[in-house]
C-alpha cells in the first residue's frame, strides 16, 4: 500500500509545490492520495462521475479493462462459472478463500434455514398494484425488512452484521420470485430446503400449487452461472450506492434496497431488459444498419444498450461466458429466438464499425443475458430484479468490508459551486 513514491503538484500562480504520496495496490493503478489536498491547498478535486477517482481500499473484485479480465478474490471469471456454484463464490466474496467442506455445509445451512420470510411480507405485497414494476416492489420490499428483523440491526456487531448478510442473501431470491407471482397473480411459492440456491429460486418463481414442478437441471445450472456473473464488479453504480449508505451507519436493509434503486436504471442494470426491447424494436437483421447509425447520431437519444462500459475498453468477460451458453441454453431449452440472430448480426456490424471500434465499445454483461433469460421463460420486467439476486451477494460483501474498516467515516464529497453569489432578499411587491 503506501510507498516512497510521490507526485508533485504545482500552482503555476503562486509557484507553491505540494507533495502527494502515491499508493500501490497488489494490481491495476496506482492511486495518488489527494485526502490532505484541500486543507494543503485549499482546491477540491474536480471528477462528477468519478472517472479517475478511487472510492475505497477493496479486496473483493478485480476487473482489468483493457484486457478484459475479471476476477473474485484472485480466480477468474471463467474458472468460477465451470467450476464453482454461486453459493460458493457468495462464500468467497463474504470471506475472502474459497471454503473447506465443512466451511461449505455450514454457509450452505445457515443460508438454506433462512430462506423464508416473515408472514406478514405476504400481506406487504398486497399493498402494489399488480403491473407494478417488479423493481419498484423490490425496492420497497428489501427495504421494509429492516422492520422485520430487529434482531440484526446492530452494524456494530459482527455476529448481526453476518445474521444480516445471510438473511438478505437468503431472502433475496424468495423475495424477487414473490414479486414474480404477484404480477402473474399467482400465489407465492414457499422455498424447499432440499433444493440447491439456483433450483429453489426457480422452483419459488415456476412451481404452481397445481401440480409437481421438477427444475430441470439445464435451467437451475443456467441459473447458478448467471448469478456467478452477476455476483460483483467492483465499484459500479449500484455498490458505491451501497457504501455511500452504508458509511451514514444505516442499517443492511435500508443499504441493500439502495443498490437495488441505482440498479434500477437502464445505464446500469436496467440494460438487460432495455436490450431485449431494443432487439425487438430492430426486429430483423436487415434493419441493423439504420439503428447502428441511429446509436452513432449525437441528436438522436437512441444509444446501443448492452454495448459499452465505463471500464470494460475490451468484450466483458461475463458477456463472452454468456454468448458461449447462449447457443447450449437454447438448444437444451429446444427454444429457437429470432432476437439471437439479431443480436448476434447486431455485435457483428457494430465491432466493425469505426465509431464503435474507436470509442472500444464491446457488448457488456447485458447484450446476452436478456436472451437466455427470456427463453428460461422469465418475464422481461424480471430481468434487472434477477440482476439484483445475484449482485446482492457483492453489495452485500462490499458492506462487510466497509464496515471492517478500522476508520468508518461517512462519504461527503464536496461541489464546484456554480451558482449565484451573495444577493439581498427582495419583496414579492418588488420582483
Ligand atoms: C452495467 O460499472 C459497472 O461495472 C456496471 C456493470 C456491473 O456489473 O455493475 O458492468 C453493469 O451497468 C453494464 C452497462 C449496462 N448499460 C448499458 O448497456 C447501456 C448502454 N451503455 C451506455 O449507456 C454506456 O456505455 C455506459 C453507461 C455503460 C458507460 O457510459 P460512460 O462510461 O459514461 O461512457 P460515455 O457515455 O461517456 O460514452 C463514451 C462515448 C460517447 O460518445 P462521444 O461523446 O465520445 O462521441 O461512447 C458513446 C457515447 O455517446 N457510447 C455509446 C454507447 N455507449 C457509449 N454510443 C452508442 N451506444 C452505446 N451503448
Not at 211 to 224: G, I, R
Not at 405 to 412: A, C, D, F, M, N
Request: charged share 25%.
Amino acid at each position: 500500500m503506501k510507498t516512497d513514491k510521490t507526485f508533485t503538484l504545482k500552482n503555476d500562480q503562486t509557484g507553491e509545490e505540494f507533495t502527494l504520496p502515491v499508493l500501490d495496490g497488489v494490481e491495476g493503478p496506482s492511486v495518488i492520495d489527494v485526502r490532505k489536498l484541500y486543507a494543503e491547498t485549499g482546491h477540491f478535486t474536480f471528477d462528477p462521475s468519478y472517472t479517475s477517482t478511487a472510492s475505497c481500499k477493496s479486496r473483493l473484485t478485480f476487473i482489468d479493462g483493457d484486457k478484459g479480465i475479471l476476477r473474485h478474490r484472485g480466480y477468474t471469471i471463467e474458472e468460477l462459472t465451470d467450476n464453482s456454484t454461486f453459493l460458493e463464490v457468495a462464500y468467497l466474496l463474504l470471506e475472502g478463500d474459497l471454503p473447506n467442506k465443512d466451511q461449505m455445509k455450514e454457509f450452505d445451512h445457515n443460508i438454506t434455514y433462512h430462506t423464508l420470510v416473515h408472514e406478514q411480507l405476504h400481506t406487504f405485497f398486497r399493498g402494489f398494484r399488480r403491473d407494478a414494476h417488479p423493481m419498484a416492489i423490490m425496492c420497497g420490499v428489501v427495504g421494509g425488512l429492516a422492520a422485520f428483523y430487529h434482531d440484526s440491526l446492530d452494524i456494530w456487531d459482527p455476529k448481526q452484521r453476518e445474521i444480516s448478510a445471510h438473511r438478505l442473501i437468503a431472502k433475496i431470491p424468495t423475495i424477487a420470485a414473490m414479486t414474480m407471482k404477484y404480477a402473474m397473480g399467482q400465489p407465492f411459492v414457499y422455498p424447499r430446503n432440499d433444493l440447491t440456491y439456483a433450483e429453489n429460486f426457480l422452483h419459488m418463481c415456476f412451481a404452481l400449487p397445481a401440480e409437481p414442478y421438477k427444475v430441470s437441471k439445464t435451467l437451475s445450472d443456467a441459473m447458478d452461472k448467471i448469478l456467478i456473473l452477476h455476483a460483483d464488479h467492483e465499484q459500479n453504480a449500484s455498490t458505491s450506492t451501497v457504501r455511500l449508505a452504508g458509511s451514514s451507519q444505516a442499517n443492511p436493509f435500508a443499504c441493500i434496497s439502495s443498490g437495488i434503486t441505482s440498479l434500477w436504471g437502464p445505464a446500469h442494470g436496467g440494460a438487460n431488459q432495455a436490450v431485449l426491447a431494443m432487439l425487438r424494436e430492430i426486429g430483423s437483421v436487415d434493419r441493423i444498419p439504420e439503428y447502428i447509425e441511429k446509436a452513432k447520431d449525437k441528436d438522436d437519444p437512441f444509444r446501443l444498450m448492452g454495448f459499452g462500459h465505463r471500464v470494460y475498453k475490451n468484450m466483458d468477460p461475463r458477456a463472452g461466458v454468456l454468448k458461449a451458453s447462449c447457443d447450449a441454453v437454447l438448444d437444451e431449452l429446444g427454444v429457437t429466438d429470432p432476437l439471437l440472430a439479431v443480436a448476434r448480426e447486431l455485435e457483428k456490424i457494430a465491432l466493425q464499425d469505426e465509431y464503435f471500434v474507436q470509442r472500444k465499445l464491446f457488448p457488456n454483461v447485458d447484450f446476452y443475458s436478456g436472451i437466455i433469460l427470456k427463453a428460461m421463460g422469465f418475464p422481461e420486467e424480471m430481468f434487472t430484479v434477477l440482476f439484483a439476486v445475484g449482485r446482492t451477494v457483492g453489495w452485500v460483501s462490499q458492506w462487510k468490508e466497509m464496515m471492517e474498516e478500522q476508520s468508518l467515516r461517512i462519504g461527503r464529497p464536496r461541489q464546484l459551486y456554480t451558482g449565484p453569489a451573495k444577493r439581498d432578499y427582495v419583496d414579492i411587491d418588488k420582483r
